[in-house]
């Protein structure tokens, strides 16, 4: 949970002059496709941290994200058009699995073959 009332205020603060800034600047680009603002919990057991994406969920109306979960993601998202806010909770499964699979990273050199041309 957010604590800190000056970070909060100077977050949305500083939305609101980004959202200003690109209406009186047409010619600057805005992202093709969609952008997230995404909040995680700090990381603690399990049910902790489901009980804080379950609580943000209730403040937005929303439900949680059923096919984050084959994936030991819990999850819940609210859209303003292009823009999602989503708060994000990665479960301890899916970070063991992450860093066993990270544990071999620098640890193989493939072989370097020249790749022919034609």
């Not at 209406?23 to 489901?50: H, K, L, Q, W």
């Not at 994000?88 to 640890?107: K, Q, V």
């Amino acid at each position: 949970m957010s604590l800190d009332p000056d970070h909060r205020t100077a977050f949305i603060t500083g939305l609101r002059h980004l959202a200003t800034f690109l209406e009186t600047n047409p010619d600057v680009p805005v992202p093709r496709f969609s952008t997230t603002i995404g909040y995680f919990p700090e990381r603690s057991a399990d049910a902790e941290m489901c009980a804080e994406i379950d609580r943000i969920a209730a403040l937005c109306g929303t439900k949680i994200d059923s096919g984050a979960l084959a994936h030991d993601h819990y999850s819940t998202a609210l859209h303003f058009g292009p823009v999602r806010y989503e708060a994000f909770a990665i479960l301890a499964d899916a970070r063991a699995r992450h860093d066993a699979f990270s544990s071999y990273h620098g640890c193989v050199t493939p072989d370097h073959t020249a790749v022919p041309t034609t």
